[in-house]
């Protein structure tokens, strides 16, 4: 039966304890764990087991903070390209078997993502869980300025990418329309500087706006996300009713007091590390998971031709500032050097953390999300808090803790299994045997070829 199943001889990783378990079996009935125990194989039929091999076992990962409609920012053409719509299908793909299981999607458009959902429910694509905010709120000159706004047609067929608000009447219709159409969370931005010294001025939402757009998603109940990467103006988000903040500080280190009211605020923090790595790479033709990367086999899987070219292109001429649109070489690489401090103080007074990727950003390709939790093991996590971060801490954010997050009967049985032990060595995450996704097993080497697999790991053994 579809998505039934008993894996033997594997581990299981608790992310109450922190730890894995002796050898066991689990069982997985109608896409659901419903029970591990020892390790004997009973079983009338052999067809619905799968042995683990001795391997351990993770919670799919959850992705709290990606943008499956990239990568979308050529500097050269900002129009809407039939490539864009085929290259959401690989993304998706090639993040299911990297072991995402479940995304929080913070910038879509919402006629398109529902066609994907619908396309992995009937398994046309495959492709992790989608959870999405749709498009963001915004005003007119507001942020994402990299991101014009589409011909209305565009707009009709697929969606909006950002909803630019005419007045704060509008609010309540907006949300109202969002929730209709399935959105899970609404995001919103607030931001005092740009990430470019060159670009233009951008609009701000007004603070009584992004009140009343708490106010109308928490009435319908969406949770509100807040993009915000700045020590400047960190205590007016303090003051909004918002329930996840993204992104880290780029512009300087979190005062003490500053740390202390977000964590007294108990919300998550989605700090999303890899991508300010990535856009700070100085050389990212030297680089694994860049420049020799994207001429691999793995990387004709996971793009495009004509992205891929785009990206090819970015990472031979790197600095040049054509390429630096979302963030210039003096903010990334200052960002990344301070979110070490950042998200030290964060950890060390104990905020609430989640796993965000921002996979989609053009430096930032899906293939690699999880090196997130590298980043974060770099940054003074041990690694079982990072695959807490990874799992459990990302089903909460997405309010779905009682079914996703970890291997307990009951919940939907998406799970990862590695080949070695990720506790040891957290980059074992990479070394994925099979990715089950509602009790359906995946398997990356029959997917996409052993070796290409390994090669988009990254590990060679
Ligand atoms: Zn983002």
New binding site residues.
């Given amino acids: 039966m579809v998505g039934s199943l008993k894996i033997i001889n594997v581990r299981i990783f608790d992310v109450f304890s922190g730890q894995f378990s002796e050898l066991g079996a689990l069982e997985i009935k109608h896409g659901i764990f419903s029970a591990f125990k020892n390790n004997q194989a009973q079983s009338k039929s052999q067809q619905d087991i799968l042995d683990g091999q001795g391997g351990y076992l993770i919670p799919g990962l959850i992705d709290c903070?990606?943008?499956i409609l990239g990568t979308f920012a050529n500097p050269e053409d900002t129009k809407f390209h039939l490539w864009l719509i085929k290259q959401v299908r690989n993304n998706l793909r090639v993040m299911l078997l990297a072991g995402v299981t479940a995304i929080r999607d913070?910038?879509a458009p919402i006629n398109l993502i529902n066609s994907y959902r619908r396309k992995i429910y009937k398994s046309k694509v495959i492709g992790p869980r989608i959870f999405t905010a749709g498009p963001m709120f915004s005003v007119e000159n507001g942020y994402p300025y990299f991101l014009p706004s589409q011909p209305w047609v565009v707009n009709k067929a697929i969606g909006q990418l950002r909803w630019e608000l005419k007045s704060e009447s509008d609010i309540p219709r907006a949300v109202l329309y969002l929730k209709k159409k399935g959105v899970n969370h609404i995001k919103i931005y607030r931001l005092h500087q740009q990430l470019t010294e060159e670009a233009k001025p951008v609009s701000e939402i007004p603070l009584p706006w992004l009140l009343k757009i708490c106010d109308a998603a928490h009435a319908m109940d969406l949770p509100v996300a807040c993009?915000h990467s700045f020590v400047k103006g960190f205590r007016e988000i303090l003051e909004l009713p918002i329930d996840t903040l993204?992104?880290l500080a780029v512009d300087g280190i979190y005062s003490d007091q500053d740390v202390q009211l977000f964590k007294a605020k108990n919300i998550y923090l989605i700090p999303?590390i890899k991508?300010m790595y990535d856009a700070a790479v100085e050389d990212p033709r030297q680089e694994p998971f860049f420049g020799e990367w994207l001429k691999s086999p793995a990387a004709r899987q996971a793009f495009e031709p004509v992205p891929r070219r785009i990206l090819l292109d970015l990472v031979a001429d790197r600095w040049n500032p054509k390429y630096q649109t979302i963030v210039s070489k003096n903010i990334a690489q200052h960002g990344y050097k301070i979110s070490f401090d950042n998200f030290r103080k964060m950890h060390q007074a104990g905020v609430k953390m989640a796993m965000g990727t921002?996979s989609?950003?053009n430096v930032c390709f899906f293939p690699h999300a999880p090196r997130e939790l590298e980043h974060m093991v770099r940054f003074g996590m041990s690694p079982a808090e990072a695959l807490r971060t990874g799992t459990i801490n990302g089903a909460e954010v997405i309010g779905l803790s009682d079914r996703l997050g970890s291997i307990t009967p009951g919940k939907w049985a998406d799970c990862v299994l590695l080949r070695d032990n990720p506790l040891e060595n957290i980059t074992r995450i990479y070394d994925i045997q099979y990715v089950i996704k509602n009790g359906i097993v995946y398997d990356p080497v029959v997917e996409l070829q052993r070796d290409v697999t390994l090669k988009m790991s990254g590990l060679v053994r």
């Fill in positions: 903070h990606c943008h913070m910038l993009h993204e992104h999303t991508v921002d989609g950003v």
